[in-house]
């Protein structure tokens, strides 16, 4: 399986920071990268895929850059609903795996 | 805008059967793939498997002994089974639809549906 690793676990900002979440790969992967936010009772929301296209509907402060096997996650800036946890997905093979994913809190 | 919305039991006795079925709104199951995503502390997001709307399945080698997926595109539903279940397979039970052109991604997601498993 492709291993994610994810950092940090957790970061603390405040409203109108620039915030930058990486994800590495345990090998190339084409640039088939995801990235999500999942919030309590509330549907997990698709932000990113393919390292950098932006899902419709979602706010361009979102943004996703690749270099090699290293994805980055950038929002800037950091708006109150922006408050959850993001995980990274690898999309090139199955069996399809997320990295551990990163709390974003005050 | 699909919708997707899992049901079925919060509670599950060791060893038995999960079955969970998710209802699609929405939109058609057509040209997707329907898959089955957990959640729990200890793992993290787990990939369980999928099934395409023409019946194709693929499931995670950690579960595939004893998992299967069903679809009933008639009705918009499909199904996850998980035998024999054990306090590991308590989690947070997400239906997803894969999006597969130009890059696959889970497009669309349900809400969650806690299932604990205890006797």
């Known amino acids: 399986d492709i291993q994610m690793t994810q950092s940090p676990s957790s970061l603390s900002a405040s409203v109108g920071d620039r915030v930058t979440i990486s994800c590495r790969t345990s090998q190339s992967i084409g640039g088939y990268l995801n990235w999500y936010q999942l919030k309590p009772g509330k549907a997990p929301r698709l932000l990113i895929f393919v390292a950098s296209n932006l899902q419709s509907g979602v706010p361009g402060r979102f943004s996703g850059s690749v270099s090699g096997t290293d994805f980055t996650l950038t929002i800037s800036p950091l708006q109150p609903e922006d408050f959850a946890t993001y995980y990274c997905q690898q999309a090139y093979e199955t069996p399809y795996t997320f990295g551990q994913g990163t709390k974003v809190e005050i | 805008q699909v919708q997707l919305q899992e049901s079925g039991p919060g509670l599950v006795k060791p060893s038995e059967t999960l079955s969970l079925t998710c209802t699609v709104s929405?939109?058609?199951?057509?040209?997707?793939?329907w898959n089955w995503i957990r959640q729990s502390p200890e793992k993290g997001l787990e990939w369980i498997g999928y099934?395409?709307?023409?019946?194709?399945?693929n499931y995670n080698p950690s579960l595939m002994s004893r998992v299967s997926i069903s679809i009933d595109t008639s009705n918009n539903q499909f199904s996850l089974n998980l035998r024999s279940v054990t306090a590991a397979d308590t989690a947070m039970y997400y239906c997803?639809?894969?999006?597969?052109?130009?890059?696959?991604?889970?497009?669309?997601w349900g809400q969650g549906l806690l299932v604990t498993v205890s006797s």
């Open positions: 929405g939109g058609s199951m057509n040209n997707y793939y």
């Open positions: 099934m395409y709307y023409s019946g194709r399945t």
């Open positions: 997803v639809r894969l999006f597969s052109s130009g890059g696959s991604r889970f497009d669309n």
